[in-house]
């Protein structure tokens, strides 16, 4: 046998088609990515040679065009466009790849490519804006309104919740939201007195990261609802008012309050307003007077108030209405005083005239009448107009005058009227006359005295009220001793003496009516000479001046005389004394002067004489004074000195 080696060739034949190596199903790529963006390597193999082994990718015209694209040599698969899940959420490619035979050979993979849910989406709320109104007597928890917000993002990132964040301007409001139901519920009992509306926030968030919290506003207007009545607020209601108020004053003004907020009141009297006196502001509750009052007429009145609000709520009043009496009435004397009455006194000791009265129609001091005697005018001693003044104690004061003429039957010199404030009692005090005369001794003649005699004086006057007269003594128009009270009044004066000498009268004196004098009396007092001073001895040189004086009371006046040695001396230009003098006097005295001198004093009651007094003159030289004692007259030689 032989053998040959023969070199066969063996030309490859493209019989084998490609196959992928480890290419997933499915990928998943998140829709947020930046692009383009490589998302895998597509790897392939096949066993021919050659050009029938030589691969190349590409997409099969069913793949999104433009969204994806494949490197033909490398097999890289690249997203070109940004995907949104929320438009599509898979897409479905397939990739094909190729040997370079003739004719080629290929496979196919297909590939699921998910797209992954970024939170690219913020929460929108539907049904803005948000709005709602409750009534403030609503359940304590109930459904105000329900929030909506709408996240096309699934899962975490399209799952909102809800809730109220806090506000620096509104730390608190009475809500609450459900967190995902989004119903905005009352936590508490809301209060329209107290907020009429609730402007706040609510948050919606989803839970993806970075999550998202838009946020939008919720008003809640409160809605008021009539439950509170109306009340009173200045009670009690107890207004004065003046009978002459003129009409449109206001008397008082009701004052109430409503629990409510924005309540309008409305006030009225809906009885009690007799002939409408009175009527109301239905606004602000002011009264005022309608129409003229009277005291006289009506005294009070009731009347019965009502505030009201605007949801038919009201409250009752009473107003209590005291008219004040105004002195608007004078007093009117009575019937029985008639129009200025006359009245006869023919009795002197009368003290009542009569009894004036008046009315007045006012009350309290307005009508309390009092009496006053405004002036007497007198006609004559026997007749005067006595205006008598009734007047109340109001203000201003008011005054009726009735003149009452009295006429009296005997003469009189002092006339008093009063009347008793009270009563209108009038009465009249009389001083009539005044005696005065001496009682004792009863043969005085002409009131002549001897000094040490004792005389008493009589007082006595003609009224109708003796025993309320004063007595008072007067010597020479000055009062002399003290006041005497009676139905007459008498003076003793014991031991007269010269000083009491002269013209005595009394006066009677009435209080409250006047006073009387009586005619003068003279009160003569005698009394024989008495030396009250005698003359005193003296010393004196010769030639030298003497005096000598005597002092002697007597009434009548006494002649006063001197007397040497028992003998009158007669005047001459040395000696001398006037008639009525008391003084001595010797201008030069010598040695022959020597005597006992004395002064004698006489009138018609008697003589008195007074006390000897002597001369004692004397000599005085350069070498010897010589003293003598004269006791011879002057007509004696004169002695021998040595």
């Given at each position: 046998?032989?053998?040959?080696?023969?070199?066969?060739?063996?030309?490859?034949?493209?019989?084998?088609?490609?196959?992928?190596?480890?290419?997933?199903?499915s990928?998943?790529?998140?829709?947020d990515?930046?692009?383009?963006?490589?998302?895998?390597?597509?790897?392939?193999?096949?066993?021919?040679?050659?050009?029938?082994?030589?691969?190349?990718?590409?997409?099969?015209?069913?793949?999104?065009?433009?969204?994806?694209?494949?490197?033909r040599?490398?097999?890289?698969?690249?997203?070109?466009?940004?995907?949104?899940?929320?438009?599509?959420?898979?897409?479905?490619i397939?990739?094909?790849?190729?040997?370079?035979?003739?004719?080629?050979l290929?496979?196919?993979?297909?590939?699921?490519?998910a797209?992954?849910?970024?939170?690219?989406?913020r929460?929108?709320?539907?049904?803005?804006?948000?709005?709602?109104?409750?009534?403030?007597?609503?359940?304590?928890?109930?459904?105000?309104?329900?929030?909506?917000?709408?996240?096309?993002?699934?899962?975490?990132?399209?799952?909102?919740?809800y809730?109220?964040?806090?506000?620096?301007?509104?730390?608190?409001?009475?809500?609450?939201?459900?967190?995902?139901?989004?119903?905005?519920?009352?936590?508490?009992?809301?209060?329209?007195e107290?907020?009429?509306?609730?402007?706040?926030?609510?948050?919606?968030?989803?839970?993806?990261i970075?999550?998202?919290?838009?946020?939008?506003g919720?008003a809640?207007?409160?809605?008021?609802?009539?439950?509170?009545?109306?009340?009173?607020?200045?009670?009690?209601f107890?207004?004065?008012?003046?009978?002459?108020?003129?009409?449109?004053?206001?008397?008082?003004t009701?004052?109430?309050?409503?629990?409510?907020?924005?309540?309008?009141?409305?006030?009225?009297?809906?009885?009690?307003?007799?002939?409408?006196?009175?009527?109301?502001?239905?606004?602000?509750?002011?009264?005022?007077?309608?129409?003229?009052?009277?005291?006289?007429?009506?005294?009070?009145?009731?009347l019965?108030?009502?505030?009201?609000?605007?949801?038919?709520?009201?409250?009752?009043?009473?107003?209590s209405?005291?008219?004040?009496?105004?002195?608007?009435?004078?007093?009117?004397?009575?019937?029985?005083?008639?129009?200025?009455?006359?009245?006869?006194?023919?009795?002197?000791?009368?003290?009542?005239?009569?009894?004036?009265?008046?009315?007045?129609?006012?009350?309290?001091?307005?009508?309390a009448?009092?009496?006053?005697i405004?002036?007497?005018?007198?006609?004559?001693?026997?007749?005067?107009?006595?205006?008598?003044?009734a007047?109340?104690?109001?203000?201003?004061?008011?005054?009726?005058?009735?003149?009452i003429t009295?006429i009296?039957?005997?003469?009189?010199?002092?006339v008093k009227?009063?009347?008793?404030?009270?009563?209108?009692?009038?009465?009249?005090?009389?001083?009539?006359?005044v005696?005065?005369?001496?009682?004792?001794?009863?043969?005085?003649?002409?009131?002549?005295?001897?000094?040490g005699?004792?005389?008493t004086?009589?007082?006595?006057a003609?009224?109708?009220c003796?025993?309320?007269?004063?007595y008072?003594?007067?010597?020479?128009?000055?009062?002399?001793?003290?006041?005497?009270v009676?139905?007459?009044?008498?003076?003793?004066?014991?031991?007269?003496?010269?000083?009491?000498?002269?013209?005595?009268?009394?006066?009677?004196?009435?209080?409250?009516?006047?006073?009387?004098?009586?005619?003068?009396v003279?009160?003569?007092?005698?009394?024989?000479?008495?030396i009250?001073?005698?003359?005193?001895?003296?010393?004196?040189?010769?030639?030298?001046?003497a005096?000598?004086?005597?002092?002697?009371?007597?009434?009548?006046?006494?002649?006063?005389?001197?007397?040497?040695?028992?003998?009158?001396?007669?005047?001459?230009?040395?000696?001398?004394?006037?008639?009525?003098?008391?003084?001595?006097?010797?201008?030069?005295?010598?040695?022959?002067?020597?005597?006992?001198?004395?002064?004698?004093?006489?009138?018609?009651?008697?003589?008195?004489?007074?006390?000897?007094?002597?001369?004692?003159?004397?000599?005085?030289?350069?070498?010897?004074?010589?003293?003598?004692?004269?006791?011879?007259?002057?007509?004696?030689?004169?002695?021998?000195?040595?």
């Amino acid at each position: 046998s032989s053998t040959s080696l023969v070199q066969v060739t063996v030309f490859d034949a493209n019989d084998n088609p490609p196959t992928f190596l480890d290419l997933p199903a499915s990928i998943s790529v998140s829709e947020d990515v930046t692009v383009p963006v490589e998302l895998l390597t597509a790897s392939a193999r096949d066993p021919d040679q050659g050009k029938n082994g030589e691969l190349v990718f590409s997409l099969s015209p069913i793949a999104d065009a433009g969204f994806f694209s494949i490197d033909r040599p490398s097999g890289r698969l690249t997203l070109e466009r940004s995907l949104d899940r929320d438009v599509r959420d898979v897409y479905e490619i397939e990739i094909v790849v190729s040997d370079e035979g003739t004719p080629p050979l290929t496979s196919t993979h297909s590939l699921s490519i998910a797209v992954v849910d970024a939170n690219d989406n913020r929460p929108e709320f539907v049904g803005t804006p948000y709005t709602a109104s409750v009534k403030e007597n609503h359940d304590e928890t109930m459904v105000v309104l329900t929030v909506v917000a709408e996240d096309p993002d699934i899962g975490a990132n399209g799952d909102v919740r809800y809730s109220l964040p806090p506000s620096p301007t509104n730390p608190y409001v009475p809500f609450t939201i459900h967190p995902v139901l989004g119903h905005l519920l009352t936590t508490s009992n809301l209060d329209y007195e107290n907020e009429t509306q609730y402007a706040f926030t609510v948050l919606a968030c989803d839970q993806g990261i970075p999550q998202h919290c838009p946020e939008t506003g919720i008003a809640v207007a409160i809605l008021n609802v009539n439950e509170f009545r109306p009340t009173f607020t200045n009670r009690p209601f107890f207004p004065r008012v003046e009978e002459n108020a003129a009409p449109g004053t206001t008397i008082l003004t009701l004052v109430a309050t409503d629990g409510d907020r924005d309540d309008t009141l409305h006030f009225a009297i809906i009885s009690g307003n007799d002939n409408g006196i009175f009527s109301i502001n239905g606004t602000t509750g002011a009264i005022k007077v309608n129409a003229p009052l009277d005291f006289e007429t009506r005294e009070s009145y009731e009347l019965i108030t009502m505030v009201e609000d605007g949801g038919n709520l009201s409250s009752i009043a009473v107003v209590s209405v005291t008219i004040v009496d105004v002195n608007d009435n004078a007093p009117v004397f009575s019937a029985d005083v008639g129009a200025d009455p006359v009245v006869t006194i023919s009795d002197a000791t009368k003290q009542v005239i009569l009894t004036v009265t008046a009315a007045d129609r006012d009350s309290g001091s307005n009508g309390a009448v009092h009496y006053n005697i405004r002036g007497v005018v007198t006609v004559n001693l026997t007749t005067s107009i006595v205006t008598v003044e009734a007047f109340d104690s109001g203000s201003p004061r008011q005054t009726t005058n009735v003149n009452i003429t009295v006429i009296t039957q005997f003469e009189c010199d002092v006339v008093k009227f009063f009347i008793n404030f009270e009563s209108g009692l009038v009465t009249v005090k009389t001083l009539c006359e005044v005696v005065f005369d001496v009682y004792e001794p009863t043969n005085l003649t002409h009131g002549a005295l001897v000094r040490g005699d004792n005389v008493t004086f009589i007082c006595v006057a003609r009224s109708n009220c003796h025993e309320s007269v004063e007595y008072r003594l007067f010597k020479d128009g000055s009062t002399d001793g003290e006041t005497s009270v009676g139905g007459a009044t008498y003076w003793a004066m014991t031991d007269v003496v010269l000083a009491d000498e002269g013209w005595y009268s009394c006066q009677a004196l009435l209080p409250e009516v006047g006073a009387l004098h009586s005619h003068q009396v003279a009160l003569d007092i005698t009394e024989a000479p008495t030396i009250t001073g005698h003359p005193e001895t003296v010393n004196v040189e010769t030639g030298s001046p003497a005096n000598f004086t005597c002092v002697v009371r007597a009434d009548p006046k006494a002649t006063i005389r001197w007397q040497r040695n028992g003998q009158d001396i007669p005047l001459d230009s040395d000696v001398f004394a006037g008639a009525n003098t008391t003084m001595l006097s010797i201008e030069n005295v010598t040695l022959f002067d020597y005597g006992q001198l004395r002064c004698v004093a006489s009138n018609r009651l008697g003589v008195a004489k007074s006390r000897n007094a002597q001369i004692f003159s004397y000599v005085e030289s350069d070498q010897i004074t010589f003293v003598a004692s004269v006791r011879a007259s002057r007509t004696a030689a004169c002695p021998q000195f040595s």
